[in-house]
């Protein structure tokens, strides 16, 4: 055996267990997309219909609807998550004993499981015994009466509440790292020209971070659209429909109504979004050349 | 010297088989001896399958077959049925589930007629309704051992200090239920509009709609709940929260079990559903103490001069297709629907001789629901039930259900919030029908 072909067999492995567990079903689902299946009638893959399932979807309100929630949600979510984190990793990138303790202590909301995370939120916006929901009905009066995940718009903004609540943490440390890796001479240069805290921030701080403020939009837009487990567990896509990501949809056409061909369809499309996010990030991020 | 062998025991299997088929079912149940199966139930401390677990020691000691039980949350349920069911693996040998499911997981289960057959059961020992959510094309899939009716349950001192009956019809509902938020800090009644959790927030409006004479859909499949009694129906059903506000303001957001804690904690004065929740409320520990033996119950309210119809549920069992040991399975689904065992389940809960978490009053079979003995335990909570069973209609049963249910279940959740009842009526209907045509309901 020579050692050109050596490296090959050294990767086989990988390449097996990718193509099993990505690969196939990635080719399956797109298969399954073209075809009518309802596994209520049968177990056996149904008859081909083409793209008509993605058809389907672009005349269905339900899907635009899913579209439109979605992306509020995301960009909302998105948004706040890495304005919320650059102010946290501002605060706490210093070198004191007690910041690193409180360093320690923010990824806590990050560890807990979504799902279980959906439920305590839900119990605690509860109008009979909900804690926030006092919260909120003290701090801000004419929220009081109302039931936060009783109305379309109060229900969307609870979601993305938690939703920031639990990535917070996490893009937080990124900039933390980001923060401390900054070099010293560039503040030091800004102070003695007499800039202010403002200026430095806008000027200095922020464009230097661009780097990792890409990224983390990236990460954060592939979070957000995959958002499931809160949702299901503090709305089920209520009101109505009004809190119904795609995600959501596509969990309810495939395993409450089992109709396989047009989720599988349903996900793809998702996954069209979601690459195509990334690619508009990506092409700033390779553009700007910012990782220099 | 090998023929003659051979012809010996060729014989003496001959003769033994014939003795032991001609034992009958005892021996059968002893070749089962050190078999073992797995039922799965429902997530959420029922006591009716805790006291399953508990007394299946009972049946392994008499039939040496080991019972071991999964609980599966409520929510995924259906999920784990279909997944269960797709992967052929016979993981469980009996699953518990919401009637709701059954059309759509039927494949996965066995018909329970040749069981029967063999041995002389009766399946007759359960109310026709209950049964029918059992039957798909002539064939029992399950046995309808969970069964619920749909019952009214008000705060008895509550209506004693204020001097009110309980209500008969939808109006005196509204009465009561003025007088009680007028008078007291509780809300009247705790309805449940959160869309979802398999249709939850359909219950109480099928009652609304049935007894105004209104249905879901006609025989001929198209959807109707948007005529004018449904209409009619429906606004009352909704006022009760937006235009008269007697229901709690959080019923809007509240599943179910949301609803039943709010009435738990003494929030609200009436609650309707199922039955099984009397024990819930009148001896849980989870009840707030103005609660515990204060809930009366009645027939759910009727529209005025016409006849109350309210709804029933079961939560049946059945027998997995893929499972290995069905044999066994079918021995445990015939003991535990033995009259006598539910009786005593039920009867040692009322008298307090078997643990709090036991505490069931679910009864499903017909003579136990007409036993004396169990009636007066229960202040004739059963008569009242069995009432109920006879005067009741279920929900629609087919395929594509689930995604009906929905539609409507969402329309609900957004009239609940303030949105015009005829108009997403009439939206919700048009979907319906759409979503049916599609899927051929209307092919000549």
């Known amino acids: 055996m020579t050692n050109k072909y050596f490296k090959y067999l050294l990767l086989a492995p990988a390449f097996l267990i990718l193509g099993t567990i990505t690969i196939y079903p990635l080719i399956r689902s797109f298969w399954i997309s073209l075809h009518e299946w309802n596994l209520t009638d049968s177990l056996d893959i149904g008859e081909f219909v083409g793209i008509d399932n993605y058809l389907q979807a672009m005349g269905d309100s339900g899907f635009w609807n899913s579209v439109t929630v979605t992306l509020v949600f995301t960009l909302a979510t998105v948004f706040i998550t890495i304005a919320s984190a650059i102010a946290v990793g501002i605060l706490l990138s210093k070198e004191k004993p007690y910041i690193s303790f409180l360093r320690a202590i923010l990824i806590i909301p990050f560890a807990l499981s979504p799902a279980l995370v959906g439920y305590s939120w839900r119990f605690m916006l509860n109008p009979d015994y909900g804690l926030f929901d006092r919260i909120i009905g003290f701090l801000i009066p004419p929220l009081s009466g109302v039931v936060m995940l009783g109305t379309p718009t109060t229900a969307l903004a609870a979601l993305v509440s938690v939703a920031v609540w639990i990535w917070l943490p996490f893009i937080s440390l990124m900039f933390i790292s980001g923060l401390m890796g900054l070099p010293n001479e560039v503040y030091e240069a800004a102070k003695i020209d007499g800039a202010s805290n403002m200026q430095i921030l806008f000027k200095i701080t922020l464009p230097m971070l661009q780097p990792i403020i890409l990224i983390a939009s990236i990460l954060m837009t592939m979070f957000s659209l995959k958002q499931f487990d809160p949702i299901v567990t503090m709305t089920s896509g209520g009101p109505g429909n009004s809190t119904e990501v795609l995600n959501f949809l596509i969990y309810s056409t495939s395993f409450r109504y089992f109709d396989m061909g047009y989720g599988a369809a349903l996900g793809y499309i998702l996954a069209i979004m979601t690459i195509g996010f990334v690619l508009i990030y990506m092409r700033r991020l390779v553009k700007g050349g910012e990782w220099n | ?444």
């Not at chain 2, 088929?21 to 006591?47: F, H, K, Q, R, Y």
């Not at chain 2, 049964?131 to 008000?154: C, H, K, W």
């Not at chain 2, 506000?245 to 509240?254: K, L, M, P, R």
């Open chain 2, 1 to 444: 010297m090998l023929k003659k062998s051979s012809a010996v025991f060729f014989t003496g299997a001959v003769v033994s088989s014939l003795v032991l088929s001609a034992c009958g079912n005892d021996s059968s149940s002893e070749d089962l001896e050190g078999e073992s199966i797995t039922v799965a139930l429902s997530e959420g401390d029922i006591g009716q399958f805790n006291a399953w677990q508990a007394r299946s020691e009972e049946f392994t000691e008499e039939t040496g077959i080991e019972v071991e039980f999964t609980e599966v949350p409520y929510n995924n349920l259906l999920d784990r049925i279909t997944t269960e069911g797709i992967s052929g693996q016979g993981t469980f040998d009996l699953v518990t589930h919401l009637d709701v499911m059954g059309p759509s997981s039927r494949q996965f289960f066995e018909p329970l007629d040749d069981y029967a057959a063999e041995d002389d059961y009766n399946f007759d020992r359960f109310p026709e309704s209950t049964l029918d959510l059992s039957t798909y094309e002539g064939e029992i899939y399950s046995l309808p051992v969970r069964a619920n009716a749909q019952l009214m349950f008000y705060r008895k001192d509550v209506f004693e200090d204020l001097g009110i009956d309980p209500p008969e019809t939808w109006e005196e509902l509204e009465q009561a239920g003025e007088t009680i938020t007028e008078e007291t800090d509780m809300a009247g009644i705790a309805p449940y509009y959160q869309a979802g959790n398999n249709g939850q927030n359909l219950y109480m409006w099928t009652s609304y709609l049935w007894s105004n004479g209104a249905d879901i859909l006609d025989d001929e499949m198209k959807p109707v709940f948007n005529s004018e009694e449904g209409i009619e129906a429906t606004q009352r059903y909704i006022d009760l929260l937006v235009e008269d506000e007697i229901a709690t303001a959080g019923s809007v957001s509240f599943g179910e079990q949301e609803a039943r804690t709010n009435f738990k904690q003494s929030n609200s004065a009436m609650w309707i559903g199922w039955w099984w929740v009397y024990s819930d409320f009148n001896f849980s520990d989870s009840s707030d103490e103005e609660v515990l033996g204060n809930v009366g119950f009645t027939t759910v309210p009727g529209w005025e001069g016409k006849e109350s119809v309210s709804n029933i549920s079961t939560f049946p069992l059945a027998m997995m297709k893929d499972s290995e040991n069905k044999e066994a399975a079918w021995e445990f689904m015939k003991w535990l629907s033995e009259p006598e065992f539910e009786k005593e389940v039920v009867l040692d809960a009322l008298n307090g001789d078997s643990p709090s978490n036991q505490f069931s009053t679910d009864i499903s079979q017909t003579a136990n629901l007409n036993d004396e003995e169990l009636n007066e335990a229960g202040d004739d909570l059963f008569t009242t039930g069995g009432e109920s069973f006879e005067n009741a209609q279920t929900l629609p049963k087919f395929e594509n259900w689930p995604e009906v249910s929905d539609i409507i279940s969402n329309a609900i959740s957004n009239m609940a919030t303030g949105e015009s009842v005829e108009d997403n009526l009439n939206q919700a209907a048009e979907d319906v029908e759409q979503l049916l045509e599609e899927e051929g309901y209307y092919d000549e």
